[in-house]
DNA sequence: TACTAAGCTCTTTTT
DNA sequence: GAGCTTAGTA
């Protein structure tokens, strides 16, 4: 190809890649298998680009993963240079972010806007659930949350949701037919409280390009080359704002793998890439299906399960590679001896073939299995970083710091309000922020209004100073926003709100361990304040949005040497040498959410085909007879995915049973009662689809016992020596009981939970008779 | 109003 | 097991 000698890094490019990578003008779709290179012709497209003359400035590269972003950034940077610093990098949430700051006020937000994450969300659902005098059971924040989240990634505006009669039936029908109103209420806070939802982010960026004309036509100029990775994860409205951004120039090129794609869930539908194919008729396609990453056996097993999805785009996965090891399949007892079986393993592999910490992972459906794993981990000594999972700015005393600075930004910020405003303890009780509440939304105003103008409002005279108090606080930190830099503010508000002084304090191990994370984010923030490698604001409300969109899996990982644990949807875009996938058990994974429909079991799929093709040199897959879930004890049989991988591939641990278990015939049932999630009734799986009973060694059954009637009568006449079952903890033996009548106290020795020291009058026991 | 223990409910995946 | 709510007590 012409004038390739002046590009030398093209040289990295098998043929198919190069010419996805030169081809950067006009509609591109790129459909990459895993494994196949496709972060490195993204790169080196990016690269061409900019070798071309095309400004940084103006490429718009869209990830769905900071992780994905920062590491792609640091390769484009290795080829180009610091040129790669000007490129509009990043999430669909950060970059569209950082535009509606700028453009906040056509939308008639405050620049300083608050992002509210899920928790946040809930919690005021939760509040308006209250307010509207509605039953919590049947409106449950996470499950309304839902029905908002997936209305708004379909552009469905709360007027909208509010006409649709197709809406208003299934809500109804569903027994929900008050989500409109929850809807608008939500929306309506949201927007007093100047504050945007993970959606919103996304919504408004909609908004702005399609009501603001000049907007749309300053960005579609701005970003006249467009790349989408992941494009398979998008949704509907990221899809119509890359249609809007690209009308113009339609330098569009978006990645993706349908078998990869395991975002339904938050709206994400292979419909975009059917409509790309519609919207762009002179489109080029490229396909790369050779695979540098894993063996042959790995590439082939992980092809023979995707096979059976009946949704896919048909494609053939290949590589040169060699055929390498059979996979391995191993069996436990229990969840604890999983985990147990899996650090003894890297222990060893590590030994014998001198590989680093760094060259394992493991992986899991669900973030609760990292407990056991973690444990067998710790025991062996053997270093692990969790990826995702609760995130350090989850934690307590991080969210509260960081309530108080975004309300120092944004005093409008209503859930950081409540969470601050009597902590520390300032006498500022449940009561009068009831009241403080019905005024807000008697006056329409903001909570910080009433807070702030407390006087004025008879029925909080007794309160009045104390939210004053409060108030002046609060505007007296903003007054420092103007003089001093992020770090400055931070540990001013810090240290006068006494948090600082209130952790440090407690010298338990927890307590030690919360100050130093406050520190650590004190430190964080100092970092971003000094930061000079990205061209942007370093103030306060800046930093705040910034790690508003950030999980912990985007924490700098240093030059550690560890095993990374994650679940599989963390783990896309990754690869490692050897690869253990924790917890293959039917309804874990699959999970028993996703086991009622064919799409959601496809979608199962092609997780675990995520999973095995992060795997380049060895893959072992593992599972467990028991494990302990939703607080019990549970008998598990291994998934169906062990059963669909082509048998030939795998190498069948002596005492495992795969191939001849013995199954029960029933499912267990779900926990809680009631309608499975959204809209009705989930289907139980379809006979045919159940694997078949065969002979084998028969697993014995731990069903959880059900004890009807727990009656307190029954245990007036408690005493030392007793066997007893308690509803919650199970069997245990009482070791002693104190104080008289209705007050007695017993220490009972618990078989599985150790010793615990129960109120006998609120305690649910019953004699055991051995 | 603050604190505590007990009880209840959920338990997928992420920005 | 975790997070939240409820009820009782200080």
């Known amino acids: 190809m012409e004038g390739v000698e002046e590009y030398p890094y093209l040289k990295d490019l098998n043929a198919a890649q190069r010419e996805a990578a030169l081809q950067i003008d006009g509609p591109v779709m790129i459909v990459a298998g895993a494994g196949s290179g496709k972060t490195r012709v993204l790169t080196y497209r990016i690269a061409h680009m900019v070798a071309q003359g095309v400004d940084p400035y103006n490429i718009l590269a869209l990830t769905f993963t900071n992780k994905a972003a920062r590491e792609m950034r640091k390769r484009i940077e290795t080829v180009v240079g610091l040129e790669a610093r000007s490129l509009w990098m990043g999430t669909f949430h950060s970059i569209f972010a950082r535009i509606l700051r700028v453009e906040a006020d056509k939308l008639g937000y405050p620049p300083n806007f608050s992002i509210y994450d899920s928790d946040d969300s809930k919690s005021l659902i939760r509040t308006i659930v209250k307010e509207l005098k509605l039953d919590d059971k049947v409106y449950k924040a996470n499950m309304v949350l839902n029905r908002i989240s997936t209305a708004k990634n379909n552009l469905i505006l709360s007027d909208a949701y509010n006409k649709s009669d197709d809406i208003k039936a299934s809500d109804t029908a569903s027994g929900r037919p008050e989500i409109a109103k929850i809807y608008d209420a939500y929306t309506a806070r949201c927007f007093r409280a100047g504050a945007m939802d993970f959606d919103d982010l996304l919504l408004n960026m909609y908004k702005l390009l399609t009501k603001f004309p000049d907007a749309l036509n300053k960005y579609q100029h701005m970003f006249r080359y467009i790349m989408v990775d992941e494009y398979q994860d998008t949704n509907h409205c990221q899809y119509m704002i890359i249609k809007k951004l690209a009308a113009v120039n339609e330098n569009i090129c978006v990645v993706g793998d349908d078998a990869q794609s395991i975002y339904s869930f938050r709206g994400a539908t292979i419909q975009n890439i059917l409509n790309f194919e519609r919207d762009y008729p002179d489109l080029k396609i490229y396909k790369l299906e050779q695979n540098y990453r894993s063996t042959q056996t790995i590439v082939n097993a992980a092809g023979s399960v995707i096979d059976k999805n009946k949704d896919q785009i048909k494609k053939k996965v290949w ?11 191993v069996r436990s007892v229990t969840d604890n001896e999983e985990g147990q079986f899996i650090a003894q393993s890297i222990f060893e592999e590590r030994m014998q073939k001198q590989m680093q910490n760094s060259d394992f992972s493991i992986l899991y459906r669900t973030n609760a299995q990292s407990r056991s794993l973690e444990e067998a981990l710790r025991k062996m000594n053997i270093p692990y970083r969790i990826y995702g999972g609760q995130s350090f700015y989850q934690r307590k005393e991080i969210k509260d710091l960081l309530a108080y600075l975004r309300l120092v930004v944004n005093h409008h910020d209503e859930e950081s309000l409540k969470r601050v405003i009597n902590y520390p303890t300032r006498g500022i009780g449940k009561t009068t922020m009831e009241r403080v509440i019905v005024i807000a939304s008697e006056q329409g105003c903001s909570l910080w209004d009433v807070v702030s103008n407390a006087g004025s409002f008879p029925i909080l005279s007794s309160a009045a100073g104390k939210l004053l108090n409060f108030s002046t606080m609060i505007r007296s930190f903003a007054t420092l926003l103007q003089k001093k830099d992020a770090y400055e503010v931070a540990i001013e508000v810090a240290k006068s709100t006494t948090l600082l002084h209130t952790l440090n304090s407690d010298k338990t191990v927890e307590g030690i361990s919360r100050y130093e994370n406050v520190v650590e984010l004190l430190n964080g923030i100092k970092e971003f304040s000094e930061d000079d490698t990205r061209d942007i604001e370093k103030n306060l409300a800046v930093y705040l949005q910034d790690i508003a969109l950030l999980t912990d899996a985007d924490q700098e990982d240093g030059d550690d040497n560890k095993v990374a644990l994650m679940t ?71 998934s169906r995915f062990l059963q669909e991988i082509d048998q030939q591939y795998l190498q069948l641990d002596p005492n495992n049973f795969v191939g001849n278990q013995v199954r029960s015939n029933e499912r267990p049932t779900r926990y809680g009662k009631g309608p499975g999630m959204q809209g009705g009734v989930r289907r139980p799986p379809q006979k045919s689809q159940r694997p078949q009973v065969t002979r084998g060694k028969a ?3 731990h069903r959880p016992q059900v004890i009807p009637d727990f009656v307190p009568e029954d245990i007036t006449d408690l005493k030392a020596g007793d066997r007893i079952e308690h509803q919650r903890f199970g069997k245990g033996q009482v070791e ?14 618990f078989d599985e939970y150790g010793k615990k020291q129960l109120v006998l009058r609120f305690a649910k026991l019953r004699f055991l008779k051995d």
């Open 568 to 638: 599989i949807h963390a783990a896309k875009g990754l690869e490692f040498p050897h690869v253990y996938i924790a917890g293959l058990e039917e309804n874990l994974f699959p999970n028993q959410m996703s086991t009622g429909s064919r799409k959601d079991l496809e979608e199962e799929r092609r997780l675990f085909y995520v999973a095995v093709t992060r795997a380049e040199k060895k893959l072992t897959l593992s599972y467990a007879n028991t494990r302990f879930r939703f607080g019990q004890l549970l008998p598990c049989e291994p």
């Open 319 to 329: 590589t040169s590679n060699d055929l390498g090891d059979r996979i391995r399949v």
């Open 736 to 749: 002693q009981v104190e104080g008289m009548g209705e007050h007695r106290k017993a220490t009972i020795m």
């Open 699 to 701: 697993v014995p059954q």
